[in-house]
C-alpha cells in the first residue's frame, strides 16, 4: 500500500557508526543523495602509548552539526583470529562509541540503534559472506551519494558506515509508514533505544 502523495516520507537525517579500531562515521540525508565520511582524525584519537578510540568531543562536534534524527552503531565483537592489540582496539572503540551515542541522543531527544553485522547485512539483502569489495560494490550502487571506488580496500570502512546509515534510514521510512497506516498520521519520532540482534 503506497502512502498518499500529500504525505511524502520526511528527509530523514542518519548518522552510521563503523566502530573498527579506526572508527568512521557517515551522515546521510536527502534520501541517500547527500553523504559525508569522517574518517581518521577527525572522528579518533589516541592517548600518549599510542591506543587510540573514537573521540567523544569529536563526535560531538559532527552530530552537533548535522543533528541526525537516528544514530545507528554497529555492534562489532572481536573475532578468534584477531591480535589482542586489535582485540583491546576495538572494544575500547565500541565501547567509547556507544557511551557516547547513547549519552548524546539522551540529551538531544533522539532515537538509536546498535545492531550486529549480520542483522543489518540480513536486512539491506546483502548476501552472507559477502567480501570487503563486495560491500563496497553493494554500498555503491545501493545510496545514490557514496562515491565510493569499489576497488579500493580503503573505503571499505566507508561503505559498512554508509550501509549502516542506510538500514537506519530505511528503519525510518518502516516506522513512519506503519504509524500512518495504523493511525492515519505522520510518526511522532519518540526516542527509542533498540538492539538488533
Partial sequence: MRMPEDRPLRNWIVMGIDPGVIPTVCVLWDR?????FFEGSAVHSQDPR????????K???IADH??????VLENVWVMPNQGVVTQAGLVRSMGVAFGWMRTWAEAHNRSTICVKPQAWQKALYIPYGATKKGHRLWADQTIPGAGLHVQQQKDHDRADAALLAWFGL?????AHRNAYLKHGAA???TPEFHVFR
Fill in 170 to 174: 530505511h528503519y525510518l521510512d518502516l
Fill in 66 to 71: 548535522y543533528r541526525p534524527d537516528l544514530i
Fill in 32 to 36: 541517500g543523495h547527500e553523504v559525508r
Fill in 59 to 61: 563526535l560531538t562536534i
Fill in 50 to 57: 599510542g591506543f587510540g578510540a573514537a573521540d567523544p568531543s
Fill in 187 to 189: 510518526w511522532d519520532h
